[in-house]
């Protein structure tokens, strides 16, 4: 480690959770004479650190492939101030408001060199000085303290085991109550601050001499058991035994039950749990469904919206004018979206629910009078993936948004700026895709909502659930207290789709042979495990001169030897052979080359893109080390800290396939796919297709996920506590 001692000229860069890249001009140095005077780039995480100020900064230098050299700081500690200028300079800071120079000057006339240090030991050297009002003096002494409290701390936090940018961002959530947290319960920071996972404190702890069987240990063991078990099942609540059985590993420890008990009911206590019937759910589950069903109940209960207008004959008059021809279930949507408060659309594919949810909002901009400025601030179409509203978006010519990015997610802090106390004024919000929203997205987005706010929730309850814990389009369903309308008619190419007819044969668990190879929009080739690949590549040859987004293989499951990992080889090796005039570069154990088909795997909404986003890799610079990816028009640079945020995206999983519709789809089904081989699955796969399914393996393996509904097993009680609500309103 090398020791800088210098001052911070310019801040570049700092984001939400105090990460800094600066330039720091060095007036000492243990490396080398020559960096004495010279300015350098330092990045690290600062707290209340201010331009300007002398610190001391720990760390070393490294190589940036695209910045050049910078100094990575691993620890700081300020410099107290001992010269004239320095002194005069500390106290006309940002931090002291109120002290100009003449009063920073009268300080150090009054005080000389060592000012700084005769204010902290004693205060009262500042009440001679006239230029100094009470309000100043507090200021200065106020601030010392803060300055040393929190210089003192972030030492501590790094003694214990914390590095430099948890300390921080411990002591930025607990400030001067920072030391009596930790000696209390280490595991509070845990509970308190997200990004502080389970093991990473358990870890300070354990090193720290926190007994194994300590009951904070252990409660906080309990809460993080119960998060890793309501995010693998998709449940919001478990019972006492599930969760005693997983404890063991997430503590590596088997405790008496009789004093698991003991912790389960003192977390209780602590409003950390909620105890329901012999069931326990999270505190944040259980206030979201409280949120949620408050909301929608008193949504529901408010009169329909009333209307000069004959909202009938505005609907009739709005299909003669736009050569469009309703049926009575399509109508009667339209207008409740116009009378409700809370409506729920529900259908599968080809029943005209993007239709709908154009003509409501064109209808609304006609009866409203609206202008175009006007109704983007008032109407807001929703979506809970990149990929499902830009095709919300294509589809209605409608702007769309990403729930996440109307509501201003914060990544650095994982917190939403639109909350509920800075909440949008839109006036009507419509939801697509809603199968995919989960339970504590769906709360943050009533949160971030004026409470009248009218609300339509669109989506398909027989596609897959979301990927985090809940069930909430199926729950609004299932409570049967909200007013649900189910589009039944197909229209999707005159209704003679075999996609479609295929997609309701899935749903209801009986299929019908004769529509595969009847047409060329359904197709079915045989193939077993040894064959499907070399089957698969003869037959996405006839893909070679399409445009990528035109058709897309999704599959199962990525391991085994026809997942997805192994068919994205294959298909690379088809559609994007190597070559010399193509760049290439190593990421982890995949090669990718310019020209590669890739799928995005994390929200990254400062360059606007977003989990199942597909793009196209444009350019490689292997020296550099970063990837340049277009994403339909937005190119974005990888470098290798966020080279694990996309992969190969010839082959995609069905989950990553949600809310995204293909011209042609093609599905590999083998019996070696094995759990993951479920009706919900198919049906969401099947689904992704506009105009051409071909599937691709063994018949009895179809037939097999068709009859499997394992994915109705979610617990969530959603439903029933609206049921519950309603009958006590």
């Known amino acids: 480690m090398s020791r ?87 106290l006309t800071s940002d931090m002291f408001k109120g002290i100009g120079e003449a009063k920073a000057l009268k300080i150090y006339e009054k005080l000389g060199d060592n000012a700084i240090n005769l204010i902290k030991e004693d205060s009262s050297v500042l009440d001679d000085i006239k230029v100094l009002s009470k309000k100043d003096i507090a200021t200065i002494v106020n601030k010392l303290k803060e300055l040393n409290e929190s210089t003192d701390t972030l030492i501590s936090l790094t003694d214990l085991g914390f590095n430099i940018s948890d300390a921080v961002l411990v002591y930025k959530n607990y400030k001067g109550n920072t030391t009596s947290v930790v000696n209390d319960d280490i595991y509070n920071l845990f509970y308190d601050i997200e990004a502080l996972g389970f093991n990473k404190i358990d870890r ?30 998709g449940d919001t609540y478990s019972n006492c035994d599930e969760i005693y059985n997983n404890l063991r590993v997430t503590i590596n420890l088997e405790i008496e039950y009789d004093y ?49 207008i004959d909202l009938d004959k505005k609907i009739r ?26 409506l729920i659309i529900t259908g599968g594919p080809g029943t005209g629910k993007t239709t709908i949810i154009k003509s409501i909002v064109s209808l609304y901009k006609e009866i409203y ?26 589809a209605t010519t409608f702007k769309a948004s990403t729930i996440h990015r109307f509501l201003k997610w914060n990544k650095d802090t994982n917190k939403f700026q639109v909350n509920e106390y800075n909440k949008s004024q839109a006036s009507l919000v419509i939801v697509d895709e809603v199968s995919m929203l989960d339970t504590l997205l769906f709360d943050s987005l009533l949160k971030g909502l004026k409470y009248d ?39 999707r190419q005159s209704g003679e789709s075999n996609i479609i007819n295929l997609a309701y044969d899935v749903n209801c668990g009986d299929i019908n042979y004769s529509l595969f190879n009847k047409d060329s929009d359904l197709i079915f080739y045989k193939a077993d495990s040894n064959d499907l690949k070399d089957k698969l590549t003869y037959i996405m040859k006839d893909f070679l001169k399409k445009d990528y987004h035109d058709y897309q293989i999704m599959a199962p499951m990525y391991k ?144 097999k996920g068709v009859l499997n509904n394992r994915e109705d097993s979610r617990k969530t009680n959603l439903a029933e506590k609206l049921k519950k609500r309603y009958s006590n309103v």
Do not use: W
Not at 280 to 305: M, P, S
Not at 331 to 338: D, H, S, T, V, Y
Not at 374 to 392: F, H, N, Q, Y
Not at 623 to 631: G, P, T
């Open 4 to 90: 800088i001692v210098g001052k911070i000229t310019k801040t570049i860069y700092k984001s939400d959770n105090n990460y800094y890249v600066a330039i720091f001009k060095v007036k000492e140095n243990d490396i080398d004479k020559k960096y004495n005077g010279k300015s350098i780039t330092i990045t690290g995480y600062f707290y209340d650190i201010e331009e300007f100020d002398n610190i001391s900064i720990t760390g070393e230098f490294v190589k940036h492939q695209r910045y050049g050299e910078q100094f990575n700081v691993l620890s700081y500690q300020k410099e107290i101030p001992e010269d004239k200028n320095s002194i005069v300079e500390f």
């Open 204 to 233: 300070i702890a354990i090193k720290n001499n926190i007994k194994k069987d300590d009951e904070r240990r252990v409660k906080a063991g309990i809460i993080s058991t119960l998060k890793i078990f309501c995010y693998e099942t």
């Open 260 to 308: 698991y008990l003991e912790c389960l009911e003192q977390l209780v206590k602590e409003s950390r749990l909620v105890k329901i019937d012999d069931n326990y759910q999270l505190i944040e589950y259980y206030q979201a469904d409280a949120n949620i069903v408050k909301r929608l109940t008193y949504l529901n209960n408010k009169e329909d919206i009333t209307y000069k």
């Open 317 to 342: 008059e709005f299909e003669r004018d736009n050569n469009i021809l309703y049926d009575d279930i399509q109508r009667l949507a339209i207008k409740n979206a116009f009378l409700k408060n809370i």
């Open 369 to 394: 009078h609206k202008k175009n400025k006007d109704i983007l601030e008032e109407v807001m179409l929703l979506a809970p993936t990149g990929r499902a509203s830009k095709r919300i978006m294509e």
């Open 453 to 491: 706010t009218r609300i339509i929730l669109v989506g398909d309850a027989n596609q897959l659930p979301s990927v985090s814990p809940g069930e909430v389009l199926k729950d609004l369903i299932k409570s049967e207290v909200l007013p649900v309308i189910e589009l039944k008619n197909l229209y």
């Open 560 to 703: 085994t030897l026809n997942g997805i990992n192994n068919l994205n080889k294959a298909m690379q090796d088809l559609f994007n052979p190597r070559s010399s005039n193509k760049n290439e570069i190593l990421i982890y154990d995949t090669i990718y080359r310019e020209g590669d088909k890739v799928l995005q795997l994390m929200n990254m909404p400062d360059d606007n893109i977003y989990n199942g986003d597909i793009g196209v890799i444009l350019a490689i610079d292997s020296v550099k080390k970063e990837v340049l990816v277009d994403f339909d028009g937005n190119e974005v640079t990888f470098t290798p800290s966020t080279f694990m945020n996309f992969t190969l995206g010839y082959v995609i999983s069905i989950h990553k396939s949600q809310g995204s519709e293909f011209k042609s789809v093609i599905i590999p089904i083998l019996y070696e796919y094995g759990r993951m081989l479920y009706k919900k699955l198919i049906y969401t796969a099947v689904t992704r297709s506009k105009q051409e399914l071909i599937l691709i393996g063994e018949a009895e393996a179809f037939q």
